[in-house]
């Protein structure tokens, strides 16, 4: 499939996280989403607003010394059959999909090898899991063994509170 890329200029870090959130709605369990962008970017910013969008309360950290936290999404075996029989019939927008996200996994490989494969990082059977969504910081670790579907965001830093946020979906 074709990929189009987006792009946007945000001049906060709750810009950012507005964007991010917004986001959020387009993200189908099963994905994976890979940050990229140097260390202060706003990667972990950007999760942030990720998981809120989603429908997490609590607080977001940075995973950088666990590697994987994972984030447990309220309230949802299944969404009621009121909003299944909505969604069938497309009348909740992108709002409730069908594919509902169970857990996101927040995973940070700032510390590990390039091209370690992921069997060793453990982290295979996450990015596999159908129920979930993953959302990687420095993704380049993995570049070559990550799914070509994977959505790819791109932070840049234009000044001390302006970033260029570039998606590729
Ligand atoms: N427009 C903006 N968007 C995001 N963050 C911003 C922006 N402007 C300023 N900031 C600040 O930049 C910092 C970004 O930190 P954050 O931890 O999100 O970066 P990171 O990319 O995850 O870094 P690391 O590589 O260390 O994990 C925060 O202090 C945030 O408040
Ligand atoms: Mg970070």
New binding site residues.
């Given amino acids: 499939m074709e990929k189009v890329t987006r792009e946007f200029t945000?001049?906060?870090?709750e810009?950012?996280k507005s964007f991010a959130k917004n986001l959020a709605k387009k993200i189908k369990a099963g994905e994976i989403v890979a940050l990229y962008?140097?260390?202060?970017?706003?990667?972990?910013?950007?999760v942030q607003g990720l998981v809120a969008g989603l429908g997490y309360e609590g607080r977001v950290f940075?995973p950088?010394f666990i590697f994987v936290r994972p984030y447990k999404l309220a309230n949802s075996k299944h969404p009621p059959a009121r909003l299944r029989q909505a969604n069938r019939a497309g009348k909740t927008g992108n709002r409730k999909q069908k594919g509902k996200i169970k857990t996101l996994y927040h995973i940070?490989l700032?510390r590990v090898e390039k091209e370690t494969d992921l069997k060793t990082l453990g982290i295979e059977e996450f990015l596999a899991d159908k129920d979930a969504a993953s959302v990687i910081?420095?993704p380049e670790k993995i570049d070559k063994i990550l799914p070509k579907e994977t959505i790819k965001i791109k932070?840049e830093i234009i000044g001390?509170?302006?970033?260029r946020i570039k998606v590729d979906e």
Avoid at 10 to 13: L, N, P, Y
């Fill in positions: 945000s001049k906060s870090a810009e950012t962008g140097s260390l202060g970017a706003g990667k972990t910013t950007f940075s950088t940070d700032y910081e420095w932070i001390e509170n302006e970033r």
